[in-house]
């Protein structure tokens, strides 16, 4: 299976998740809460296209279609892997920011 455009989809959506929860602290650090939630919200959605891509990809081999393994495949799930953990750690400190200045 030429899963290419799959893959490409994942980095962009993980790529792009990430970088809206940066910038979703950097909002947050000046007390803009209101755009951090929006960016938050952002990152979810884009992680959630790169999951369902994966998702994809993933159901597709216990079908037993055969998934080539790959170095641009293996980039894909370390950069949807990195996504999801600055997502949560976004979230995290977002929340602790707000409580600390009373929101």
């Given at each position: 299976m030429n899963n290419e455009q799959e893959i490409m989809q994942i980095i962009v959506h993980g790529g792009?998740?990430?970088?809206?929860?940066?910038?979703a602290v950097r909002s947050s650090r000046e007390q803009d809460f209101e755009l951090a939630d929006e960016q938050i919200?952002?990152?979810?959605?884009?992680?959630g296209i790169a999951h369902k891509v994966q998702t994809k990809l993933?159901?597709?081999e216990?079908?037993?279609?055969k998934i080539e393994?790959?170095?641009l495949m293996v980039h894909?799930?370390?950069h949807l892997m990195n996504a999801m953990t600055v997502v949560d750690l976004a979230v995290e400190m977002?929340?602790?920011?707000?409580e600390?200045?009373?929101k």
């Open positions: 792009n998740a990430r970088s809206k929860a940066l910038m919200a952002e990152a979810k959605e884009a992680m993933i159901q597709a216990t079908r037993g279609e393994i790959n170095l894909a799930q370390d977002i929340a602790d920011k707000k600390r200045v009373g």
